[in-house]
């Protein structure tokens, strides 16, 4: 099975605090994704990352950095946390066979910003 | 226009009801398309995807509507543990991106 596991399932950082959300897989997939999820607006792409050291800006990416320097690890990173940054984040990795795509996501990290 | 748009819901029916929904979606050339589950503070996981001749997979079933573009998923005799939020997933664009939507809830009651 695959297994992509998140580095905290809560967080609870001040406002202008750097945070740092890591994500790790096991099944070797080059594409990885981070997301936030708020009520009513579903997931929303922050960061995509097709191999190593590659990276590409979603929707959202305002405030958010990200840095894969091993295959099986991307990390999330917000510089200066602010309270709009309270929300859901799903780190997800991508499998592709053929014409069938699955993304695995690991459990989710929620964030408060006070 | 939201790109992905789902009835929100609630839909509340018993166990052993027929249940079904739908969502809409912007990109008539969209090509893959998916319906995830998730349960209560848990994280999404693939259900099914959705091929241009519909397809099923026990209890539910996903149909494509190319030309007014959505997707469906009907799920039959309804067990407790259907409750759950379904995102409809559309691949908008044919590329690495998904676009989600914001999930139709689902309950089913005893």
């Given at each position: 099975d695959v297994k992509v596991t998140q580095s905290s399932r809560y967080l609870v950082k001040r406002t202008g605090e750097k945070v740092f959300l890591e994500c790790v897989q096991d099944m070797d997939h080059e594409n990885m994704f981070w997301y936030r999820q708020d009520p009513g607006l579903g997931l929303?792409?922050?960061?995509?990352?097709?191999?190593?050291?590659?990276?590409?800006?979603?929707?959202?990416?305002?405030?958010?950095?990200?840095?894969?320097?091993?295959?099986?690890?991307f990390s999330l990173i917000l510089e200066s946390a602010s309270t709009n940054q309270t929300s859901m984040y799903l780190c997800a990795s991508r499998s592709i066979r053929g014409l069938q795509e699955t993304q695995y996501f690991g459990p989710g990290t929620?964030?408060?910003?006070l | 226009r939201k790109e992905v748009e789902q009835d929100p819901g609630p839909f509340n029916v018993p166990e052993g009801a027929t249940v079904a929904f739908n969502c809409t979606y912007s990109n008539s050339a969209s090509q893959s398309f998916f319906w995830y589950r998730q349960d209560c503070r848990k994280e999404p996981k693939l259900l099914m995807s959705v091929y241009s001749s519909g397809n099923e997979d026990g209890r539910f079933t996903a149909q494509l509507n190319r030309a007014s573009q959505y997707i469906s998923l009907l799920i039959r005799d309804?067990?407790?543990s259907d409750s759950?939020?379904?995102?409809?997933v559309v691949n908008l664009s044919n590329d690495y991106k998904l676009s989600f939507g914001a999930g139709t809830t689902v309950t089913v009651r005893a």
């Open positions: 929303r792409l922050i960061y995509f990352s097709y191999d190593v050291k590659m990276k590409e800006k979603g929707d959202i990416p305002e405030g958010y950095s990200v840095s894969r320097e091993k295959k099986e690890r929620r964030l408060l910003v | 309804s067990k407790l759950a939020t379904y995102l409809c």
